[in-house]
T-cell receptor
Framework: DSGVTQTPKHLITATGQRVTLRCSPR?????VYWYQQSLDQGLQFLIQ???????AKGNILERFSAQQFPDLHSELNLSSLELGDSALYFC????????????FGAGTRLSVL | SQQGEEDPQALSIQEGENATMNCSYK?????LQWYRQNSGRGLVHLIL?????REKHSGRLRVTLDTSKKSSSLLITASRAADTASYFC????????????FGAGTTVTVRA
């Protein structure tokens, strides 16, 4: 158990809908990262937050947004969902804002029908 | 685009044999990390090797790093059925963000 909790584990929804994925980092970790894993794109970095502030952005679509709350949990919001958004979404956390080991949650499997 | 590329894409070995997989990357790194993923589950961190290190060991795992060739290798010795998984290398670049850039992974199957 990595200590990173992601909910829900599975999500099935329809095109055009909006969903929220939730992540609770390991106790004491200040950084949260979101990654998307799909068959065609592999593992792609989406966005990073450090202590409530956005630190870095990767290949995140404009339809996607995220935030990190004062208690350090994070949410990834996906809107106007398309079939191609079906993927595994991982959250990872690390202790600080540096090049540390990242601890991954079990992921949320999103299926857009 | 992916920073790292693993080779081979897939590997099948007998229990007790060693497994070696390689990772090549394109730009200067701060560190390189190896992760394991069991079928559709979360990634588990295995080893982190910094750019000024050449070799690291952890149990049955040995990682080497050659920054002049921009490559790394992961050796799993005396493999077990439980080692069956996908293995990913991930690089952290020398930038102000510390995201992981993953390769496509090597799928390892250990036959009993």
């Amino acid at each position: 158990d990595s200590g990173v909790t992601q909910t829900p584990k599975h999500l099935i929804t329809a095109t055009g809908q909006r969903v929220t994925l939730r992540c609770s980092p390991r106790s004491g970790d200040l950084s949260v990262y979101w990654y998307q894993q799909s068959l065609d794109q592999g593992l792609q970095f989406l966005i990073q937050y450090y202590n409530g502030e956005e630190r870095a952005k990767g290949n995140i679509l404009e339809r996607f947004s995220a935030q990190q709350f004062p208690d350090l949990h994070s949410e990834l919001n996906l809107s106007s969902l398309e079939l191609g958004d079906s993927a595994l979404y991982f959250c990872a956390s690390s202790a600080g804002g540096g090049p540390d080991i990242q601890y991954f949650g079990a992921g949320t499997r999103l299926s857009v029908l | 685009s992916q920073q790292g590329e693993e080779d081979p894409q897939a590997l099948s070995i007998q229990e007790g044999e060693n497994a070696t997989m390689n990772c090549s990357y394109k730009t200067s790194i701060n560190n390189l990390q190896w992760y394991r993923q069991n079928s559709g589950r979360g990634l588990v961190h295995l080893i982190l090797i910094r750019s000024n290190e050449r070799e690291k060991h952890s149990g049955r795992l040995r990682v080497t790093l050659d920054t002049s060739k921009k490559s790394s290798s992961l050796l799993i010795t005396a493999s077990r059925a439980a080692d069956t998984a996908s293995y990913f290398c991930a690089t952290v670049l020398r930038t102000n963000d510390y995201k992981l850039s993953f390769g496509a992974g090597t799928t390892v199957t250990v036959r009993a």
